[in-house]
């Protein structure tokens, strides 16, 4: 998988990326880090421009959101864990406890988690699934996608290319450590939640 998706990134540049990325979220097993870090380590090597390469991994990204944002509205709950439990889709490695992590989140934290979980392992493509199948305000989803994607991808891409040819060792980093990684950006939604519903009563608003 790791060679496939260097040497795809290598000859496709930001359309390899953009498929890559739009595969991810569709795939969850497919790692977006190992795919960004090496885009990032790709544009030390080649004329590619950075921003235009956040841009394409951004675009993939939401792309692969709407898809199943839209596939998820046409569903509930119960017949979306039935589609994961069946031989058909078994390759996903997809567990129940993964689908109802993302449901967990987003009644939890509502709307805002579409924006948190785009910064999370699995859980960035997992969560567009109770955001349609609730049917969620799709302009809402689409900034929240955007603007996660963008900060997640911007901060991997912007790694992979500061680090060149240690990529590989900084993506073992990321999948040892991204506990804390979850841990932090939990805290940092917390915080935005807790500060905007100040702000709201603050305001007058229930």
Do not use: H, Q
Request: aromatic share 12%; glycine share 6%.
């Amino acid at each position: 998988m790791n060679d496939f998706i260097i040497s795809f990134t290598n000859s496709y540049g930001y359309i390899g990326v953009l498929v890559l990325i739009f595969l991810e979220n569709i795939f969850p097993p497919i790692p977006s880090e190992l795919i960004l870090l090496a885009s990032g380590f790709l544009i030390t090597k080649t004329n590619l421009n950075i921003f235009i390469m956040i841009i394409f991994a951004t675009l993939g990204s939401l792309l692969g959101g709407i898809l199943l944002y839209y596939l998820a509205s046409l569903l509930n709950k119960n017949t979306l864990i039935k589609l994961i439990n069946s031989k058909a889709l078994r390759f996903l490695n997809l567990k129940e406890k993964d689908i109802d992590l993302s449901f967990n989140w987003f009644n939890k934290k509502g709307n805002i988690s579409v924006l948190i979980c785009r910064c999370i392992p699995i859980l960035r493509s997992l969560i567009s699934l109770p955001a349609g199948i609730f049917k969620m305000s799709f302009i809402k989803f689409l900034l929240y996608t955007i603007i996660g994607s963008l900060v997640w991808n911007s901060v991997i891409i912007v790694i992979g290319y500061v680090v060149g040819d240690n990529f590989l060792v900084i993506n073992e980093v990321l999948k040892k450590y991204s506990y804390l990684f979850v841990a932090l950006i939990t805290i940092i939604g917390v915080i935005v939640i807790f500060r905007k519903r100040r702000k709201n009563e603050k305001s007058g608003i229930n």
